[in-house]
Structure formats: C-alpha cells, structure tokens
C-alpha cells in the first residue's frame, strides 16, 4: 500500500512538472501537457524502479501504471471548466 501511495505522488508530482515543461514549449492546454507527462513517466518510472532494486519489472510497471491512473484522476477532477459564454 505504501508503494502504491509514494507511486501516486511521484507520478502526480513529476507529471506536473513535465506537463509545466510542455507547456512553456508549446501551445497545448495544461491538461493535455500534464497527461503526456504521465505517458512519459508511466514508462520511465518503472525502468528506473527496476534498475535501481530487486523488484521485477512487471511488478514495478504494475505499481507505477496503478499510480499513473491515481495521478490521471487527480488532474481529471482538479482540470478547470470552461463556462460557456
């Protein structure tokens, strides 16, 4: 459970700051720019996790994709409406 936790926030927070990258780079909506985050971090995160310990990788990936579908909920909920004009 610990793992699924410290997953979430790695993948919430580095997301952030790859989508803010992103978006200083281009024209996309801060939503997008923070969602392409997390489909770098979703197979990044887990190469590094597996490197770097005697966890498999299946194991790894399916912690951190677990992670990557918290964090895509957490930007999907706090994303800003748009109210029609």
């Known amino acids: 459970m610990a793992q699924l ?17 992103i978006k200083k780079r281009s024209d996309m909506s801060i939503f997008a720019s923070r969602l392409i985050g997390l489909t770098v971090m979703m197979f990044v ?15 790894a ?6 992670g990557a579908l918290i964090a895509g909920t957490i930007f999907y909920f706090s994303r800003s409406k748009r109210q029609p004009s």
Do not use: E, K, N, R
């Open 5 to 21: 936790i410290g997953a979430s926030i790695v993948m919430t927070f580095t997301s952030i700051l790859i989508g803010w990258i």
């Open 45 to 59: 995160a887990p190469a590094i996790y597996f490197l770097t310990s005697d966890t498999p990788y299946f194991q």
């Open 61 to 66: 990936f399916f912690t951190y994709g677990l």
